[in-house]
């Protein structure tokens, strides 16, 4: 599968095993994808790791063309 837009993957290394999953087939069979993985958070990352979320998200949209 190929995915023309750029895309980031974003998830806490405490999300539930199946969120870990569905990141690891995106991941693993599209292009253009990037992951990240929060540490010491779940699936509220917007409510654990604020700062961190906002400057992978911001990082990410400043890469693009």
Do not use: W
Request: hydrophobic share 40%.
């Amino acid at each position: 599968m190929i995915c023309l837009l750029k895309t980031v993957i974003i998830y806490g290394d405490r999300d539930s095993e199946d969120i870990k999953k569905i990141a690891h087939i995106l991941s693993k069979n599209m292009q253009n994808i990037k992951t990240s993985i929060i540490k010491d958070a779940d699936h509220l990352l917007n409510f654990e790791k604020p700062e961190e979320l906002n400057k992978l998200i911001l990082d990410f949209l400043s890469s693009l063309d």
